[in-house]
């Protein structure tokens, strides 16, 4: 694992942390560490839309330690995927900007793997093509950008799929190869807008499980859009609550579960239950003042 | 099991084919011998095609000039309608400047121009070469234009997400997502310009499949008059088949759905 971390991070100093234990609070422990590895600073972001008095978003601050998992959650209409594809560059703020690592990055650029709800896979390319997508347009050459593509699929589970068409398989596997494209340009920051949205309950639990070891592993800088609280307490180290009309943070919960997680045992613990009912009673406010309110600007959500 | 009832159904299919063949042409064959001149009969187109393809060989050569105005009239076509498409698709100024003139000739029986194609370039190959372009390079012109356009904006969002520059967007994105457009359009082109080239050698032309059936035409001989059009039945059957196999060709995932 170590030397493989080394090869794909390319960073120095991943490889030579210790192996982790159950209940190691691994990624607070790199944080700050490796100021090189995507700390993400989200400063006073606001987005208006063309004609509209009313801000989707208004003073979004947000700072995101290297390694950190945050999950962005909140009612339709809060503007947490118009946050999300603003801090990929697929949307320009209105005000503020985004910092990667001290520098402005409001552009797309190679240190952000993007996942996108209906995984947005290319249909005319096999698997492995669209994986390695991201090295093909760096200009990195055919065998080795294939190279690299199989690695991640092998680390998505897809080995023995690098041949098939999207129509080929299922929508998790879609979903793994939208990860492994992400994964492939060796990003330091992982954009998840609800990636797992479109599947099945099962696949989407499953998922869950794959995607906290491969962030830990990795050590991943990840911004994560969820409409599930559970999803959101499972995988992240803080939960950031948001609010509609106009989108704004609400609340930031720390999740204090020690990793590895395991599904079953961090739900038995008598803290889950209460930290969800505190994100829920915010949560439920806040839909029934939407829910009153007469909607409108849902766009962006 | 369930082959050999697949199989079983196959074969009725086929038995039912066939002998509703043989009803239409027994039936054509009493009609026809009832009166030759009108509707000749099968028989006797048989016979008609052995002389006018073999012993007499006519059809050869009338066909070779069809497909060499047909093959040269369309690949200039696929071409000029590609790029232009794409152009159109893709480049505000061009579209702005082009569009509509394309939309018009669209819309206009270019047949209607073959009196001033003659005079523009006579009644030889060049004829055909342009009857037939400007048959088929407007709707590949425009299935790609709308092709190019039409681009799920998932996968201009995917291309934007990895950084792609305009042409790696182009290249990786637009070009194949409008590769279905783009066949779209050949078909349909190729259909015109099969009419075209016949069009044009009935009107204006020495040679050629049309110029064979207007000279059999003149002779009232139905039976050999029937053995051409028949030849070009078979010859537009081959082009569209030619034409699914390539599609599949170039882009084997446009079978399936989905993302």
Same mark, same amino acid.
């Given at each position: 694992?170590?030397?493989?971390? #080394?090869?794909?991070?390319?960073?120095?100093?991943?490889?030579?942390?210790?192996?982790?234990?159950?209940?190691?609070?691994?990624?607070?422990?790199?944080?700050?560490?490796?100021?090189?590895?995507?700390?993400?600073?989200?400063?006073?972001?606001?987005?208006?839309?063309?004609?509209?008095?009313? !801000?989707?978003?208004?003073? +979004?601050?947000?700072? +995101?330690?290297?390694?950190?998992?945050?999950?962005?959650?909140? =009612?339709?209409?809060?503007?947490?995927?118009?946050?999300?594809?603003?801090?990929?560059?697929?949307?320009?703020?209105?005000?503020?900007?985004?910092?990667?690592?001290?520098?402005?990055?409001?552009?797309?650029?190679?240190?952000?793997?993007?996942?996108?709800?209906? /995984?947005?896979?290319?249909?005319?390319?096999? %698997? +492995?093509?669209? %994986?390695?997508?991201?090295?093909?347009?760096?200009?990195?050459?055919? !065998?080795?950008?294939?190279?690299?593509?199989?690695?991640?699929?092998?680390?998505?589970?897809?080995?023995?799929?690098?041949?098939? &068409?999207?129509?080929?398989?299922?929508?998790?596997?879609?979903?793994?190869?939208?990860? #492994?494209?992400?994964?492939?340009?060796? !990003?330091?920051?992982?954009?998840?807008?609800?990636?797992?949205?479109?599947?099945?309950?099962?696949?989407?639990? *499953?998922?869950?499980?794959?995607?906290?070891?491969?962030?830990?592993?990795?050590?991943?800088?990840?911004?994560?859009?969820?409409?599930?609280?559970?999803?959101?307490?499972?995988?992240?180290?803080?939960?950031?609550?948001?609010?509609?009309?106009?989108?704004?943070?609400? #609340?930031? /919960?720390?999740? =204090?579960?020690?990793?590895?997680?395991?599904?079953?045992?961090?739900?038995?613990?008598?803290?889950?239950?209460?930290?969800?009912?505190?994100?829920?009673?915010?949560?439920?406010?806040?839909? $029934?003042?939407?829910?009153?309110?007469?909607?409108?600007?849902?766009?962006?959500? | 099991?369930?082959?050999?009832?697949?199989?079983?159904?196959?074969?009725g299919e086929n038995v039912l084919l066939a002998?509703?063949?043989?009803?239409?042409?027994?039936?054509?064959?009493?009609?026809?011998?009832?009166?030759?001149?009108?509707?000749?009969?099968?028989?006797?187109?048989?016979?008609?095609?052995?002389?006018?393809?073999?012993?007499?060989?006519?059809?050869?050569? $009338?066909?070779?000039?069809?497909?060499?105005?047909?093959? *040269?009239?369309?690949?200039?076509?696929?071409?000029?309608?590609?790029?232009?498409?794409?152009a159109m698709g893709r480049i505000r100024l061009?579209?702005?400047?082009? *569009?509509?003139?394309?939309?018009?000739?669209?819309?206009?029986?270019?047949?209607?121009?073959?009196?001033?194609?003659?005079?523009?370039?006579?009644?030889?190959?060049?004829?055909?070469?342009?009857?037939v372009v400007l048959s088929a390079v407007f709707?590949?012109?425009?299935?790609? *234009?709308?092709?190019?356009?039409?681009?799920?904006? #998932?996968?201009?969002?995917?291309?934007?997400?990895?950084?792609?520059? =305009?042409?790696?967007?182009?290249?990786?994105?637009?070009?194949?997502?409008?590769?279905? &457009?783009? /066949?779209?359009?050949?078909?349909?082109?190729?259909?015109?310009?099969?009419?075209?080239?016949?069009?044009?050698?009935?009107?204006?032309?020495?040679?050629?499949?049309?110029?064979?059936?207007?000279?059999?035409?003149?002779?009232?001989?139905?039976?050999?008059?029937?053995?051409?059009?028949?030849?070009?039945?078979?010859?537009?059957?081959?082009?569209?088949?030619?034409?699914?196999? $390539?599609?599949?060709?170039?882009?084997?995932?446009?079978?399936?759905?989905?993302?």
């Amino acid at each position: 694992m170590s030397s493989r971390d #080394a090869t794909v991070r390319g960073a120095t100093g991943a490889s030579t942390r210790p192996p982790l234990a159950p209940g190691d609070r691994d990624v607070d422990a790199s944080r700050g560490r490796d100021s090189e590895r995507g700390a993400l600073s989200i400063v006073n972001i606001a987005k208006t839309y063309g004609g509209s008095a009313r !801000p989707v978003l208004d003073g +979004i601050r947000l700072d +995101i330690g290297a390694g950190e998992f945050v999950s962005l959650i909140g =009612p339709s209409g809060c503007g947490k995927t118009t946050l999300l594809r603003i801090v990929a560059g697929l949307l320009r703020p209105s005000e503020g900007t985004v910092e990667l690592d001290g520098r402005p990055s409001l552009e797309p650029s190679r240190e952000k793997g993007v996942v996108f709800q209906h /995984f947005n896979l290319f249909p005319w390319r096999k %698997t +492995i093509a669209n %994986t390695a997508y991201g090295p093909e347009l760096q200009g990195v050459s055919r !065998p080795e950008r294939e190279e690299t593509a199989r690695r991640f699929l092998a680390m998505v589970g897809l080995s023995g799929y690098e041949e098939h &068409y999207p129509a080929q398989i299922s929508g998790g596997m879609k979903q793994r190869v939208g990860i #492994a494209r992400a994964l492939a340009i060796e !990003p330091k920051v992982l954009l998840m807008d609800e990636p797992f949205g479109a599947l099945d309950a099962l696949t989407r639990e *499953y998922l869950q499980r794959e995607l906290e070891r491969i962030t830990r592993s990795e050590r991943l800088t990840t911004l994560f859009v969820t409409h599930s609280l559970d999803e959101a307490l499972f995988l992240s180290d803080r939960i950031v609550v948001m609010g509609a009309r106009p989108g704004r943070v609400l #609340a930031v /919960f720390d999740v =204090p579960f020690g990793r590895p997680r395991a599904q079953n045992d961090i739900r038995s613990d008598p803290s889950y239950a209460e930290l969800r009912k505190r994100l829920w009673d915010l949560l439920e406010g806040e839909l $029934a003042r939407a829910a009153t309110e007469a909607p409108g600007q849902e766009t962006g959500a | 099991m369930r082959r050999m009832r697949e199989t079983r159904r196959r074969v009725g299919e086929n038995v039912l084919l066939a002998g509703f063949l043989v009803i239409v042409l027994s039936v054509w064959e009493l009609a026809g011998r009832g009166n030759p001149r009108v509707l000749s009969y099968p028989s006797q187109i048989a016979t008609s095609a052995w002389e006018l393809i073999v012993v007499e060989n006519k059809v050869l050569p $009338a066909l070779l000039a069809t497909v060499e105005g047909l093959a *040269y009239g369309f690949v200039i076509a696929a071409v000029l309608g590609i790029v232009v498409g794409f152009a159109m698709g893709r480049i505000r100024l061009v579209e702005l400047v082009l *569009y509509p003139y394309a939309i018009a000739l669209y819309a206009t029986p270019r047949i209607a121009l073959v009196p001033l194609l003659v005079l523009w370039f006579g009644i030889d190959l060049e004829l055909r070469v342009v009857v037939v372009v400007l048959s088929a390079v407007f709707p590949i012109m425009i299935n790609t *234009y709308n092709g190019a356009r039409q681009v799920d904006p #998932a996968y201009l969002d995917a291309a934007a997400a990895f950084a792609a520059t =305009p042409w790696q967007t182009l290249r990786t994105v637009v070009m194949p997502a409008s590769v279905p &457009y783009v /066949f779209a359009g050949l078909r349909v082109g190729m259909v015109r310009a099969l009419v075209g080239v016949v069009v044009a050698e009935m009107t204006a032309s020495v040679v050629g499949t049309g110029r064979l059936i207007i000279e059999l035409g003149a002779f009232f001989q139905t039976g050999r008059l029937l053995v051409p059009v028949m030849v070009l039945g078979v010859l537009g059957v081959v082009l569209s088949v030619g034409m699914a196999k $390539a599609q599949t060709l170039a882009a084997p995932w446009a079978m399936r759905e989905g993302r």
